[in-house]
């Protein structure tokens, strides 16, 4: 990664803005880890789909924005965990999306992470105990230089949309997300301009919790996409 990923002033100068009315489909929603699940609560846990589900009610209901919710598993091969394999599979099935609906500008990837038994990453939000999110970057870039089979066209904007993000979080949620994660390899990030891996919460959370966390994020989606610039203020 090169100084040029991270330059804060260039990546808030990117115009993030769309028009937001229309009965198309705007948004998708995926998960690439779809098996991914949480804590027992009461007998019962959910996964991240279930989260998704939650997310595309608030946006649908809340913000009058349209969404496609991809509710596959791509990490189970024969009923195998296979969760590096899932790229490929996910990553063929958001394209053939895109090209079936061309309205869509906005690519969600919602993972839940894996973290210490120690750790429980909660805040409060509105009163309800939250998950914590985590946006997740990949810069197509290790320490030995760049990887130019993963060629990323959108990096920039992808980088732009989760620090713009993260910024209008911390004005209106200041405890609800986590530092930005930044890796190698792509992720699908390509795929979209708009295109954004979120970790909600972690296998310690309850899937009640990381419905919760879903408020939030719709409403930062909203203001974003809306045009709103919290930084320049």
């Known amino acids: 990664m090169t100084s040029g990923d991270l330059n804060g002033e260039k990546l808030l100068a990117q115009n993030l803005s769309l028009e937001l009315s229309g009965d198309d ?5 995926y998960h690439t880890h779809g098996s991914e699940s949480y804590k027992s609560e009461n007998g019962e846990t959910g ?37 590096n394999a899932a790229y490929d599979y996910a990553g ?23 973290v210490d038994d120690s750790i429980h990453l909660v805040t409060e939000v509105n009163g309800k105990e939250t ?21 990323n066209p959108n990096k920039s904007a992808n980088l732009a949309f989760s620090l ?13 997300t986590r530092k930005i994660y930044i890796k190698g390899y792509r992720y699908n990030l390509h795929l979209a301009k708009r295109a954004m891996l979120i970790e909600v919460g972690a296998q310690n959370n309850t899937v009640t919790e990381a419905k919760n966390a879903m408020a939030p ?4 989606l909203y203001r974003l996409l809306s045009g709103e610039q919290a930084w320049e203020e």
């Open 25 to 29: 489909p705007l948004v998708l929603i």
């Open 47 to 83: 996964t991240v789909i279930d989260v998704g589900d939650a997310l595309a009610k608030e946006l649908e209901e809340n913000y009058g924005i349209a969404v496609i919710h991809d509710t596959a598993i791509y990490d189970q091969v024969n009923g195998e965990l296979d969760r």
């Open 92 to 114: 063929d099935s958001v394209a053939a999306t895109l090209k079936k609906y061309p309205s869509i500008k906005v690519v969600l990837d919602l993972h839940r992470d894996s």
């Open 131 to 151: 998950a914590q999110i985590m946006f997740f970057n990949g810069v197509s870039r290790l320490k030995s230089g760049v990887i130019d089979s993963l060629y």
């Open 164 to 176: 713009q993000m993260q910024l209008l979080a911390s004005k209106y949620y200041p405890d609800y």
């Open 217 to 220: 994020l719709a409403e930062l």
